[in-house]
């Protein structure tokens, strides 16, 4: 099963996590964590205008850093026994990774880049269309979940040309 990823940071030299938003594939499983206790003053311009403004508005969301790596594992948990992450940046990977404390929980398999997606037409277009000023871009839930419609978007029509050439 695939889990569609995204993370919000402080910056990306001096990385700190703030948010972090995952769902999967089938739309069943889905986790959202705001970290209140990051340092703001590491935030660069484009963090403080188009990532702060859009946190705090989910308050079981919100949580201290001490407390993300339990929460963490305990959605994976009550997982299948095999998942694999997508996400289209190596640092989302690592910060999730650093996250777990470098220790991966037992049924993360696997890894899928979805970066050689985002150039295609249909994963694009659906991305663009999930967004919206409900679901605003820079959000790291909204972003996981567009990650999702682009996938689905994409592998649909693979479906629909392999019944093409079937036919």
């Known amino acids: 099963m695939l889990i569609f990823l995204d993370t919000e940071l402080t910056n990306l030299i001096d990385r700190e996590m ?3 938003g995952m769902v999967t594939e089938d739309g069943q499983y889905k986790l959202y ?12 311009s484009f963090v ?5 403004p859009q946190l705090g508005f989910i308050d079981e969301a919100c949580m201290y850093r001490v407390d993300v790596q339990d929460r963490l594992r305990g ?6 026994r095999s ?16 996250e777990f404390g470098g220790e991966c929980p037992n049924n993360l398999s696997g890894w899928f880049d979805l ?4 150039d295609t037409g249909v994963y694009h277009q659906a991305v663009e269309q999930y967004h919206t000023e409900e679901r ?20 649909d029509q ?3 040309k392999k019944v093409k050439e079937g036919s």
């Not at 403080?48 to 702060?52: H, P, T």
């Open 83 to 98: 998942v694999t992450i997508a996400c289209d940046s190596q640092v989302d990977r690592e910060v999730l990774i650093r």
């Open 33 to 44: 964590l705001e970290v209140k206790d990051f340092d703001q003053s590491k935030c660069n």
């Open 75 to 80: 959605w994976f948990s009550m997982l299948p």
């Open 115 to 118: 970066r050689p997606l985002i």
């Open 158 to 160: 693979r479906r629909q």
């Open 136 to 155: 605003p871009w820079h959000h790291a839930f909204y972003d996981a979940q567009a990650h999702r419609a682009g996938w689905l978007a994409w592998m």
């Open 48 to 52: 403080k205008s188009a990532v702060l």
């Open 18 to 20: 703030i948010s972090i």
